[in-house]
């Protein structure tokens, strides 16, 4: 069983829709990031969570801690949106687990 | 600022040969992380460094690969002897303790 679980694997939405992507672990953690991987491209870091929400445009992450569980949001998807979002979660002792990611279609 | 430069961009690479993936952190940063994402897989964990320190290399085949991040100049993946199965992505991330975790751009190898 992976320590980061994250649902759904696939997601395909309409250009405009609101978006729910979840993350939930199993460990105890100091820090959750959520990361954005184009196709073929590198990976960014959308935020850094460890506790409460975050805001940046339309992207929200939230985490409530005591159920282990985050979630990234976007609001007003748009065809740009389309790539895999990856929860990590960073463990005492720095060592970071990864979700399985997220690949989001954003149809125009 | 720069951000984590990885080179090569990409590699390639005959079986058997070595491959060596370089890796400088963000300027102040000194905790080195190695991941490696396979074709239509997750990123996977390799090796945990900080300067002149292995400090987690659970995710690291136990032959043929190793990792280091000397006091001065970038982290090295080496991996000696490559075959086919080898070929992936290798992303280089860096971060200063609880901070956001910056990744390079990736080495893609490629074994032929």
């Known amino acids: 069983k992976n320590e980061v679980e994250q649902s759904p694997q696939n997601l395909t939405a309409q250009e405009g829709e609101f978006i729910t992507i979840n993350c939930s672990y199993s460990v105890g953690i100091s820090a959750l990031h959520w990361l954005q991987q184009h196709p073929g491209g590198g990976i960014v870091s959308l935020f850094m969570l460890s506790s409460g929400k975050k805001k940046h445009g339309r992207l929200i992450a939230t985490i409530n801690i005591q159920e282990k569980h985050s979630s990234l949001h976007i609001t007003a998807s748009h065809p740009r949106d389309s790539a895999v979002y990856i929860c990590a979660v960073l463990r005492t002792g720095n060592q970071f687990y990864f979700g399985t990611g997220t690949s989001l279609t954003v149809i125009p | 600022n720069a951000g984590v430069m990885q080179n090569p961009r990409h590699l390639v690479r005959r079986r058997g040969q070595e491959a060596r993936l370089r890796c400088s952190p963000m300027?102040?940063?000194?905790?080195v992380y190695w991941y490696r994402q396979l074709p239509e897989e997750g990123l996977k964990f390799m090796v945990y460094l900080q300067k002149e320190n292995i400090i987690d290399e659970s995710g690291m085949p136990k032959e043929r690969f190793s990792a280091e991040f000397p006091k001065e100049g970038p982290s090295i993946l080496r991996i000696q002897q490559v075959v086919r199965g080898d070929s992936a992505a290798y992303f280089c991330?860096?971060?200063?303790?609880?901070?956001?975790?910056?990744f390079g751009n990736g080495t893609r190898l490629t074994v032929t």
């Open positions: 991330a860096s971060s200063q303790g609880i901070s956001p975790l910056h």
């Open positions: 300027k102040g940063h000194s905790h």
